[in-house]
């Protein structure tokens, strides 16, 4: 009968968009970048991010481990121009809008530590502008072909772009406390070594001027007095 009819071609419909959006969800750039890496003392590291004009890029680093958990940092523009300086700092956050395409230099500076290497984890998310809106029109233009007009199509991909990238930031908070662990785990293990060599100086010490005392006083008493008759 029609209802059948109808109610098959809904759900065929339906099938459509959510195979759609999966599509569209799956196939996005990845647009998140982390890594972890070993400053050698006295060195500068250099790394290259490409952006385009229209986008946002957040940074952020973290010094884990090595003596005095202290680097420079400084972001430099595709002309050169540097946009952040930073001198011993172990942790920072930063929101750059891009003004120009091309590869960004995030570079870390150790070169004030001569003898100490830094163990340093940062991550770049890169924010598109563009590239949010451009996916959406894509499936929307699908699925609006078949006349689907009553699922409210635009407040759906709206939902779908905020909790996306609810997630990206999820994971980005995830990863910096995941560093936040790392190094306290480090600063830990740092303090039990020191209060353990100190303990075992301080006992040998002790050990030390109790031997010496008992072998004092022993001498004091071990003299005998001989008498003459």
Known sequence: GILPRVFERGLCVMACFIVTVGLTLGFRPKQHMEFTFI?????TECF????????????????????????????????GHRVISEFRNSDGIHTVDAAEDGDYRLCFDNSFSKLSEKMV?????????????????????????DSVVEYKLEEIRTRMDTVYWHLEKSHQVQTVLRAFEARDR?????????????SCINLMVML????????????????TKRVCT
Do not use: K
């Open 39 to 43: 400053l050698p003392a006295a060195s």
């Open 48 to 79: 290259y991010q490409t952006t385009s004009r229209n986008s946002s890029m957040e940074i952020e680093y973290q010094v884990i481990a090595g003596s005095g958990l202290h680097v420079g940092f400084a972001l430099i523009s595709p002309t």
């Open 121 to 145: 984890f940062f991550e770049v998310i890169i924010n598109s502008r563009s590239h949010v809106g451009g996916d959406g029109d894509e499936w929307v233009n699908t699925v609006v072909s």
């Open 186 to 198: 480090y600063l830990l293990e740092d303090n039990l070594w020191s209060v353990s060599f100190w």
């Open 208 to 223: 030390t001027v109790a031997v010496t005392q008992i072998y004092t006083l022993r001498r004091l008493f071990d003299h």
